[in-house]
């Protein structure tokens, strides 16, 4: 099946930019996500892509696709101290199901 | 935008006990309505789709006698947690799918079960 892999930890210094990294394996994927997670609360969708894009920037967020290593990224520029959560990427297959990551954990130190 | 609810929030349950959580969406019918359970500091992992008006279609490794789903109306999805144990305890989070909006999921703020 399909499998979507992250880094489990990443720690930036306020005002640095933070890039977080997603594989997965599943090349029909046609959406890919991006959900922020903080403590004790739901998913909030932050972005997503369409599979025939390379590239979308949503203010401070950029989402970089490359379909041929099958390869996401999000960057977040000018990375806060509200920053740090829990950011989980996620493919969405032909049934709508979505397949997550395991989260990479963003620690934003001042 | 499309708003997903859930409820409660949280609860806390003795062993052997059922617990029921309802998934409303507010704004918007969503023919298709997901369950998710995420352990601690771990990813979410799909339990089941439901669909309104049929049965839910679980996934491989999830007692369908143990979490009853039910989609009763085009707004409102119920999972039931059977007899209860300790190691149903997690937060369980349900998003719902927008037709009329590009098939976008909208995911409900969780619950958390605690079972003593």
């Known amino acids: 099946g399909e499998d979507v892999e992250q880094s489990l930890f990443l720690s930036v210094r306020e005002g640095d930019s933070s890039v977080i990294n997603c594989t997965y394996t599943d090349s029909s994927s046609t959406y890919l996500y991006w959900y922020k997670q903080e403590p004790g609360a739901g998913l909030q969708l932050l972005t997503y892509?369409?599979?025939?894009?390379d590239m979308k920037q949503d203010q401070r967020l950029t989402v970089l696709l490359n379909k041929k290593d099958k390869h996401l990224s999000l960057r977040i520029a000018d990375t806060q101290t509200g920053d740090s959560a829990i950011y989980f990427c996620?493919?969405?297959?032909?049934?709508?199901?979505?397949?997550f990551g395991s989260g990479t954990r963003l620690l934003v130190r001042p | 935008g499309a708003v997903v609810s859930q409820h409660p929030s949280w609860v806390i349950c003795k062993s052997g006990t059922s617990v029921k959580i309802e998934c409303r969406s507010l704004?918007?019918?969503?023919?298709?309505m997901f369950w998710y359970r995420q352990f601690p500091k771990q990813s979410l992992m799909l339990m089941a789709t439901?669909?309104?008006?049929?049965?839910?279609?679980?996934e491989q490794g999830v007692e369908k006698d143990k979490f009853l789903i039910n989609h009763a109306s085009l707004t409102l999805s119920t999972l039931t947690v059977t007899s209860a144990h300790p190691e149903d305890s997690s937060f369980y989070i349900c998003?719902?799918?927008?037709?009329?909006?590009?098939?976008?999921?909208?995911f409900g703020p969780g619950t958390r079960l605690t079972v003593l």
């Open positions: 998003s719902a799918r927008d037709p009329a909006g590009g098939n976008e999921q909208f």
């Open positions: 439901s669909n309104e008006g049929s049965k839910a279609t679980y």
């Open positions: 996620a493919v969405r297959s032909s049934s709508y199901k979505l397949i």
């Open positions: 704004d918007f019918q969503a023919t298709t």
């Open positions: 892509i369409f599979s025939n894009m």
